[in-house]
């Protein structure tokens, strides 16, 4: 087994831990431990809230909770020899919940704190907790369903440079700056009420926190990237932006669809991973690579047969947008809402499921103007009745008796 490196106790707050989370991203976090390529090591993880989230019957808590406070990564890690210009070569172990903690939750956000997708579609916050079996989960708010997880982190990547921060910051306030009323906001921005900038302290930490990028969007070094095959058996190619790399991971996931379309779509998480380290010096130049590159696991679920709902670049309105592959694939995700809803599932759990399940999302045409054709590829072994199209209609299955929670 691979030895702990961090861990962390689940009845703590993330402030509370003895080797303190990040939920920023910025150049002056300390390393948190030291490792050498070669090295094979484990991780704990929190769930993405720091615990925010209860197992019970009621989305007050997905409602209320602080979005500013969440992204709690464990790390860094610096790795010897690692400089800039390099990648980092991480290979995904193993990944999987807590022992001591063997369910997990997705939840719709409301519009007011986030939304997701389809927002204008469902803009209550609701909540649905999924209980692991080994490899499979299911949920009592959800019947009828039962698939097996891509277990995968939903953020990793390495620290950026300080050039590379203020690039950053400075695009995502140009583009807020062009609509700064907007709800949900066009960026997230540095915000330092509630940074925790891991084991950065006093005025330091203070500055840092002014200035540290937000978690939430995926950029050049990885980060908030939710791609679901990032599973036990990948292998992921980092650039490397400041000394020792600064390797951080958490947001773990036990299954998601692809897009994770809910925004707190995934299944989340407590976990641990299990991480082996390498390098390509100096890989970025060498392979011109300035963004991470994955090889997809051997070992993630595998499904032959799918329903396949498409989408194209006409909104709910009926307006033509052209080449727009964000509305095609909204479009292609409510066309699957509605046929599952013939079954009896309610929209706010057809919409969790292709949160949660591990749907494929594809961009099947993007050059025939005006119109992207985007797919949503729903595998049908994951229900327990049969979903196909037939000659005698859809049959009842989902009584109404069973929904995702709502806030009251």
């Known amino acids: ?138 949920s009592r708010h959800i019947p009828k369903v039962r698939f097996p997880g891509t277990i995968h982190p939903g953020l990793i990547g390495t620290l950026p440079s300080r050039e590379l921060l203020e690039k950053w910051n400075t695009r995502e306030q140009a583009l807020v700056d062009t609509d700064p009323d907007r709800v949900p906001p066009l960026a997230t921005l540095p915000y330092e009420d509630t940074a925790l900038m891991g084991g950065l302290q006093g005025d330091a930490a203070k500055r840092a926190a002014r200035e540290g990028a937000r978690t939430v969007p995926p950029r050049e070094h990885g980060g908030n990237c939710d791609i679901k095959n990032l599973s036990r058996g990948s292998r992921v190619y980092f650039p490397v932006y400041v000394k020792g790399a600064g390797l951080s991971v958490g947001d773990l996931h036990f299954s998601q669809g692809d897009g994770e379309i809910t925004f707190c779509g995934a299944i989340e998480m407590a976990g641990v991973i299990d991480l082996k380290v390498g390098l390509v010096k100096g890989g970025m130049e060498k392979y011109n690579i300035s963004s991470p590159v994955f090889q997809p696991s051997q070992v993630d679920p595998h499904f032959r047969d799918y329903l396949i709902f498409e989408g194209i670049s006409v909104d709910e309105q009926g307006k033509q947008h052209y080449l727009d592959a964000h509305i095609a694939y909204r479009q292609a995700c409510l066309n699957a809402i509605e046929y599952l809803k013939n079954f009896g599932y309610s929209g706010a759990q057809a919409y969790s499921i292709l949160g949660t399940a591990p749907v494929e999302g594809h961009i099947s045409g993007i050059v025939d103007i005006p119109n992207v054709c985007a797919t949503l590829w729903l595998p049908s072994e994951i229900f327990e009745f049969d979903i196909h199209i037939s000659d005698s209609g859809p049959t009842v299955e989902i009584g109404d008796d069973v929904d995702t929670c709502i806030a009251t």
């Open 1 to 138: 087994m691979a030895e702990t490196l961090i861990s962390y106790d689940i009845d703590k707050a993330p402030e509370e831990q003895d080797i303190k989370p990040h939920n920023r991203w910025h150049p002056d976090i300390p390393m948190a431990v030291h490792v050498k390529p070669g090295d094979e090591f484990r991780l704990e993880c929190c769930d993405w809230t720091g615990g925010q989230i209860g197992n019970n019957d009621s989305a007050n808590d997905i409602r209320d909770v602080d979005l500013t406070k969440v992204h709690y990564l464990t790390g860094p890690v610096s790795v010897e020899g690692a400089e800039p210009g390099d990648l980092l070569v991480v290979d995904i172990l193993d990944v999987g919940p807590r022992p001591d903690q063997l369910w997990g939750f997705n939840g719709l956000f409301a519009r007011e704190n986030g939304g997701g997708f389809l927002t204008e579609h469902y803009p209550d916050a609701r909540k649905a907790i999924w209980d692991f079996h080994g490899i499979y989960t299911s």
